[in-house]
């Protein structure tokens, strides 16, 4: 990043693995520096603008595909909890005895 070219900061709250994926498609250049829990300061170069609002298109698309997406264990509950809501239909008959016997 210390090429003696302008550099552009934005705060980034989230997976940085999924934005290093995006950004490698795009060869962009660019450095994360942690300011808290999960969150980043992302700093890239002016000269990519196009590219990075480009990255940053794709990487907003993934990222929200992948909140949408609910766990496993979510979806079990959910179930689970569907089943315990139906009725139960078990009627216990008794066959009529048949008088040959």
Do not use: W
């Amino acid at each position: 990043m210390n090429h003696r070219a302008a550099v552009n900061s934005i705060p980034l709250d989230g997976d940085t693995r999924l934005f290093d994926r995006v950004a490698r498609k795009y060869n962009v250049d660019y450095a994360f520096r942690k300011t808290g829990p999960k969150k980043y300061m992302l700093f890239f170069k002016a000269g990519q603008a196009d590219a990075i609002t480009q990255c940053f298109s794709e990487y907003t698309k993934r990222a929200m595909k992948k909140s949408r997406r609910q766990s496993v264990h979510g979806r079990l509950e959910r179930l689970d909890e569907n089943i315990r809501k139906r009725p139960r239909e078990h009627e216990h008959r008794r066959e009529a005895a048949h008088n040959d016997r």
